[in-house]
DNA sequence: GTCTATAGAATGATAGAC
DNA sequence: GTCTATCATTCTATAGAC
């Protein structure tokens, strides 16, 4: 379908440039149709950015949904260490992390509502899914952390990270994410 | 000096919609002046940009390093979580700490080069700056904890906290710095 | 240093033929 | 569903009067 590979080509050049600095012109040029052919598709610039952008929540629910069901039995320690890899490990393959960052950071004032909004679905999903990670493995805690306290530590850090991503430093990055991990890991348990 | 509020002006502009998004026409508009009166100051919006994001880079720089010199014979525990509150609570004050998140985080790619080379200069103080406060304060940190980690561990946090900043709800970003800090500062200590 | 006038290109969007 | 033709608007930028 071409809508679907028009959302594709969008979601990169929204990633690269932004929502005001990527042109339905240079879209539709990538897609191999003229711009004014996009309309058959999208009634305007702003359907094709916000279903866009409601593709890119999906994904990365879908990829935490999936995670944690393929990491249900594995112990604390791997789940979140894990996490970590895979995640950050997933935006050099496509741009729907880029994209969602972005979006999700600086949204368009315009639609700041309703990206807020997909943002909030996907962090309370995060939150709750941690959470739960953390009650059934509360064993593991030291008495005196609480689930809910170690899930939002850990998703700071999380978040830390995605920052040093986006500066593109693979070995600060690195270096970031195993100091952090290891006194994290102290934090919660030693 | 008309330059300095014009940079005032665009500096809130372009953090709240871009480079792309901000317009000259905007920006004169809000200075009380025609877009073809800017000319007179910047020669091209290009200039204007780049001169904007200098000033920003020096407003964090100098925050920085002034934090430093007060905090200077402050415990580490003091340091750290006075950091973390001090510099969160810029966010509301002006647009600078806004404006330089969105261009070091999403620079525009005609200038990547240039602002990642200013990015880089912050972060290189703001570790550097950092691993002397553990350094000097060594003998409060577990001896297995090493001053670059600890460094490396905090910057981790701090930007997180950033990204929550961002999200724009002070409730959970209080539970993350509180929960946060705790799991770290037991990490680093006990 | 600010203004008017204007250029030239690019933008998002519509109408209508095929 | 894609095209050509076209529109209205906005954009950055320049030239020249005051």
Redesign the interface.
């Known amino acids: 379908m071409k809508s679907n590979q028009l959302k594709e080509v969008a979601l990169n050049q929204f990633a ?6 990527a042109s339905l012109a240079s879209i539709a040029n990538e897609v191999g149709i003229k711009k004014q052919s996009i309309y058959a598709h999208f009634k305007s610039k702003e359907e094709l950015f916000i279903s866009t952008f409601n593709d890119s929540l999906d994904n990365e629910l879908q990829f935490i949904k999936q995670f944690m069901e393929e990491n249900h039995s594995v112990p604390l320690e791997e789940v979140l260490y894990n996490f970590l890899n895979e995640y950050l490990g997933r935006y050099q393959k496509d741009h729907n992390m880029s994209f969602f ?2 979006t ?3 949204p ?2 315009e639609f700041e509502e309703q990206i ?1 909004s997909g ?1 909030n679905t996907f ?1 309370n999903e995060l939150e709750s899914l941690f959470l739960l990670v953390f009650k059934i493995r509360k064993a593991d805690l ?1 008495p005196s ?1 609480a689930p ?6 850990f ?10 991503l ?3 430093f693979p070995d ?1 990055l690195q ?2 994410l ?3 991990w ?7 348990t030693e």
């Open positions: 690269l440039h932004g929502y005001q600095g960052m972005r999700s950071f600086f368009p004032l807020k943002t962090v030291k952390i809910e306290s170690a899930m939002m530590s998703l700071t850090i999380f978040d830390g990270l995605l920052v040093e986006l500066y593109g600060r270096k970031r195993t100091s952090s290891n006194i994290y890991w102290q934090g919660i």
